[in-house]
Every structure is written in structure tokens, then in C-alpha cells.
């Protein structure tokens, strides 16, 4: 019987690691064993951080509802509490554009708003 070598599929696995280790310093983007390493932690990483992005995301959403509501004489907290009352389902993030791209509609809405609550 012949012998079966492995090499296509030995290159290949190298390949496809040493493609996802390009750009990396030094050994890590060269050697096969670090590279590995290098990938899987590079891998582990991002997987954390796509969550975190959302977390850090909505935290600087509140950030910028927070000064618009200050400007206006008001806390983000009852803000939120009176667009609530009001019925108005925006999320932060959409709140956050409106006041940095258009003072004037989110000056109605938080008019509206603060009116609603009152009532």
C-alpha cells in the first residue's frame, strides 16, 4: 500500500491561519505556533468586544441626552420618565441624533413631552 501524505491539507490549515495573522507583529504574523495563539486570542477578543461596543454605545447616547436635557432645565432621568408618561417609544439612540442634528424637533418633542407629563 503507498504511503498518504497529508501535505494539501497541512498547507492549507498553515495558510489559512498565517492569512488570519497577517499584519500582526513580529513572530506572530511568521510562525505557525504563534500565529495560532495569536489568532484564537485576537478571535476571543472581538467576540468580547462586539458586546461591549453596544454597551459603550448606549452609554454615550445617555451621555448626550443627559446634556441636551440639562440645557433645557431638566435630567435625563425625568426626561425619560416623561416621554414615558407622554407615550412616546423613541430609543436613545434615536433621541441622541435628534438632538444633536435637530435642536428645534427635539425642542417640540421634549415641549410635548414635559406637556404630556404635566397633565
Same mark, same amino acid.
Request: contains cysteine.
Given at each position: 500500500m503507498p504511503r498518504v501524505k497529508?501535505?494539501?491539507a497541512k498547507l492549507k490549515r498553515r495558510k489559512r491561519i498565517l492569512k !488570519?495573522? #497577517?499584519?500582526?507583529?513580529?513572530?506572530? +504574523? /511568521?510562525?505557525?505556533?504563534?500565529? /495560532? #495563539?495569536?489568532v484564537l486570542k485576537a478571535e476571543e477578543?472581538?467576540?468580547?468586544? !462586539? /458586546?461591549a461596543k453596544k454597551r459603550d454605545m448606549r452609554g454615550l447616547w =445617555?451621555? !448626550?441626552?443627559?446634556?441636551?436635557? +440639562?440645557? !433645557?432645565?431638566?435630567?435625563?432621568? /425625568?426626561? =425619560?420618565?416623561?416621554? $414615558?408618561?407622554?407615550?412616546?417609544?423613541?430609543?436613545? $439612540?434615536?433621541?441622541?441624533?435628534?438632538?444633536i442634528h435637530d435642536p428645534g424637533a427635539f425642542d417640540e418633542l421634549f415641549a410635548a413631552a414635559t406637556a404630556a407629563a404635566g397633565n
Open positions: 497529508n501535505t494539501p !488570519r495573522a #497577517e499584519g500582526y507583529w513580529g513572530t506572530r +504574523h /511568521r510562525c505557525l505556533r504563534i500565529a /495560532r #495563539e495569536a477578543y472581538a467576540a468580547r468586544d !462586539r /458586546r =445617555i451621555t !448626550r441626552l443627559n446634556a441636551a436635557c +440639562h440645557e !433645557r432645565g431638566t435630567s435625563y432621568s /425625568r426626561f =425619560i420618565k416623561t416621554l $414615558k408618561d407622554a407615550g412616546v417609544e423613541m430609543n436613545r $439612540k434615536q433621541l441622541s441624533e435628534l438632538a
